[in-house]
């Protein structure tokens, strides 16, 4: 059932897709626009933020578009809105990525409300963790946030984490001898227009670590306790298949997963380097004995209590992501 537009949908969908600039990207690329229009929310993918040798299949886009997609629809939860999505629709424009139909009301839910309170205090925090490890009733949770959303998180045994260590040593030796990979990192850490890794959410020494850390090739400012990742837990999030709508798919699981975290005081850092270089990316495969695909690794702990969070990287303003002329005189009359 369709809805008639309304001022009422106009303002609930331009609200929903302006929420969802919070999602976490690649690099805070934020490579998703948002059109408004009287019945619907379109996502698309915008491809002049897409990281050309780091992620040329666009398969990092394509999570982070999800993550955003995901925090869409927990806002229009959160309004007390029902919606249909429908993903990848139309094979013609394969950058449009989802559409957002709202179809009536329902009483709001309070986990969607704390959600999307969640967005708003969601940062990554790259220093070492606490020496607390996350109990395996969190842990569970957290698969449990990514199975609802259609993909796996299987949490790495320790053996495991050494697999992982491995794979992540030699994506970082791939990744520092491509000099076309080692020029985009740098044009994604310097910028200063509302995109971006800025220095302030780096950390001024490397942390120590079994499972070693993007090298940004540059020294951030934020300061760092001395630390390790001893107690840290490592999830592998995966799927059914290597192709768009899974990878889309991911990026919805992985919103879900970091926003339980942040409920249950849990922090969450994406890994994504061993993803990017196709033999660990195949490496990682055996980890979960080849039943299913990898989209992206996670450390899992919790913050170091005695270290204040980091502050949050830029983001683009609504007007520059979200598109609401279709719209404008149904906004103008509100």
């Known amino acids: ?178 000099e076309g990979m080692q020029q985009e990192l740098a044009y994604w850490t310097s910028r200063r227009d509302g995109l971006g890794v800025p220095q302030y959410t780096l950390p001024a020494e490397q942390p120590a670590t079994t499972v070693p850390e993007r090298d940004f090739g540059r020294a951030g400012t934020l300061p760092t306790a001395p630390g390790h990742d001893r107690a840290a837990s490592y999830g592998l999030l995966y799927g059914d298949a290597d192709e768009p709508l899974w990878w889309l798919r991911a990026g919805e699981a992985l919103s879900a997963v970091w926003l339980t975290a942040i409920g249950l005081g849990a922090s969450v850092l994406p890994l994504s380097s061993v993803i990017e270089v196709a033999t660990t990316r195949a490496a990682l495969r055996h980890l979960v004995a080849d039943l299913g695909w990898p989209y992206v690794v996670l450390r899992l702990g919790y913050a170091d209590p005695d270290q204040p969070g980091p502050m949050h990287p830029p983001r683009l303003t609504a007007a520059q992501v979200v598109d609401t002329s279709a719209v404008r005189h149904l906004l103008d009359d509100a």
Do not use: K
């Open 1 to 178: 059932m369709t809805m008639t537009p309304t001022v009422a949908t106009a303002i609930v969908l331009a609200q929903a897709a302006t929420t969802a600039g919070y999602a976490p990207s690649v690099h805070n690329t934020q490579p998703w626009h948002w059109t408004v229009l009287p019945d619907r929310l379109e996502l698309t993918a915008q491809r002049d933020r897409q990281l050309a040798a780091i992620d040329p299949e666009g398969r990092l886009l394509l999570i982070s578009c999800g993550a955003a997609l995901n925090h869409a629809r927990l806002a229009l939860a959160a309004e007390g809105w029902r919606c249909t999505v429908d993903r990848l629709p139309d094979p013609a424009r394969p950058d449009l990525l989802a559409v957002l139909t709202p179809t009536g009301h329902r009483a709001a839910t309070a986990d969607a409300m704390r959600f999307v309170q969640s967005m708003e205090v969601r940062h990554t925090d790259r220093r070492p963790l606490s020496e607390r490890p996350l109990p395996r009733e969190v842990l569970q949770a957290l698969a449990e946030a990514a199975r609802a959303e259609g993909a796996y998180l299987h949490v790495l045994t320790a053996e495991q984490v050494y697999d992982l260590a491995a794979a992540a040593d030699r994506a970082a030796a791939v990744e520092a001898a491509d």
